[in-house]
């Protein structure tokens, strides 16, 4: 009897597919269907620190009015905190799933406060969902790390639910970066979050929106990466994030090292059905493997599994690709 049940955070999932943070989990009853269709969890779309400390632009056009502009603030802030926190009661109440809240940040500040409510709400973990976007070139790397740190500090003291960080790919060095992240107390980490990207139109000379979705492919820019973290910070757990497009996909993410596989692309281009499809997938390789539980092989193929581990260190082609282009 196969058996897909993992352990992620310390929650008990009854398999690793997690629907990503975006608008299939925006409801109760969107979570509700998710269930359905056999999610291991759900990530809820991320609530931004804007929003929770009331939208600063909006509230700007009233600086004549401060009291209109405090009344109002208070006002947009418990709207939105409200609903959130609703949500997270009612999917608690209506699917035995786990709930993990996102939180978009960029600073320590004063929403750290909501954490608590998050957790007081019944979320079973919270996954911060940090993007600092560095466009001045007198700030070093460094300093920009250092406010990673000190978000993730603040809000694994203010809560005792896990907190997991989904980053973006573009550290100079992940495996630090994750390290310390442990040492603050966080128990996870998704690798990667996918941002929006401007893209050019040639034919009008304008800016025009990137591609939303992920391309299959995408997930092996994460593949190294997961199989050196899983090695070198066992205990923090991975989830994985951006092109797990496939019941395959999935496998080669739990191989290398992940504890669960999140996605979103997926049920955009096929439906929520594509969750089904991945579960049948997996249990049919396991049986074909003669794995009974996701643990008889997840990490197998990490740096410390395989038998050559300087096979995740090659990056150049000088010598490994001796095929002649045709011309
Ligand atoms: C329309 C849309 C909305 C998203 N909203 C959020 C969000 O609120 N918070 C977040 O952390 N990620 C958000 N994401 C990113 C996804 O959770 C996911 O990390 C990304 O799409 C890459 O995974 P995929 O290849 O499975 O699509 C969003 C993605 C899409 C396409």
Known sequence: MIDLSVKYLGLELRNPIIVSSSPFTASADKIVRLEQHGAGAV????????????????????HDYPEAADYLGAYVR?????????????????????IIASINCVTGGEWVEFARRIEEAGADAIELNIFLLPTDKD??????????L?????????????????????????????????YRHGKGVVLYNRFYEPDIN??????????????????????????LTSAQVPLIDISVSTGVH?????????????RTVQVCTALYKHG???????LAFMTGWMQQHTFQYVSDFSGMLNQKGVA???????????RYFPKEPVM
């Open 202 to 227: 040639i034919d009008n000379i304008s800016l025009v929106e990137g591609d939303t979705f992920s391309m299959a492919g995408e997930l092996r820019n994460s593949l190294r990466w997961i199989a």
């Open 308 to 318: 050559d581990p300087d096979f995740y260190e090659r990056v150049q082609y000088m």
């Open 43 to 62: 990530v809820l779309k991320s609530i931004f620190e804007e929003q929770l400390i009331g939208e600063t632009a909006f509230l700007d056009r009233y």
């Open 272 to 278: 929520l059905g594509a969750i089904d499809d991945m």
């Open 246 to 258: 496939t019941g395959e996909d999935a496998v080669k993410a739990l191989l290398a090292g992940a």
């Open 78 to 98: 418990s709207d939105y905190v409200d609903s959130y926190l609703d949500m997270i009661a009612q999917a608690k109440q209506r699917t035995s799933l786990p």
């Open 139 to 148: 700030q070093d790397s460094d300093a920009i790390e250092r406010q990673y």
């Open 150 to 182: 000190d978000i993730v500090g603040k809000i694994t003291s203010t809560v005792s639910i896990p907190v997991s960080v989904k980053l973006g790919s573009r550290f100079t060095n992940i495996l630090s970066i994750v390290k310390e992240i442990y």
